[in-house]
Nanobody, 126 residues
Framework: EVQLVESGGGLVQAGGSLRLSCATS????????IAWFRQAPGKEREGVAC????????????YYTDSAKGRFTISSDKAKNTVYLQMNSLKPEDTAVYYC???????????????WGQGTQVTVSS
């Protein structure tokens, strides 16, 4: 059974940092793409960053949405089957529930991902 468990969310002031973690199990870590998405109230789910593996469509690549470039960094620890999202210079508009997801293809389209975590709330105060 595929399981994804996010952690690391919280309340932070604008300009601050948070590191989200996504602990995974139930699949071969190297065979899939893992991405971070976010969803703010009343808005559609948005892809933030993804990291892919040699077996996936976007092999070996890391992608960021434009608003995350230069501020967020996605990384993975294969020994721990965990993916991280380091978020710096946070802005109030980054406030959302952040989800990690696993899929075969990669990219930032939520429709390409099959398994999702429960989400972790990130709130950035001004």
């Amino acid at each position: 059974e595929v399981q994804l468990v996010e952690s690391g969310g919280g309340l932070v002031q604008a300009g601050g940092s948070l590191r989200l973690s996504c602990a995974t199990s139930g699949f071969t870590f190297d065979d899939y793409a893992i991405a971070w998405f976010r969803q703010a109230p009343g808005k559609e789910r948005e892809g933030v960053a993804c990291i892919t593996t040699s077996a996936s469509k976007f092999a070996g690549n890391i992608y960021y949405t434009d608003s995350a470039k230069g501020r967020f960094t996605i990384s993975s620890d294969k020994a721990k089957n965990t993916v991280y999202l380091q978020m710096n210079s946070l802005k109030p508009e980054d406030t959302a529930v952040y989800y990690c997801a696993v899929g075969e293809a990669g990219g930032l389209n939520p429709g390409w991902y099959d398994y999702w975590g429960q989400g972790t709330q990130v709130t950035v105060s001004s």
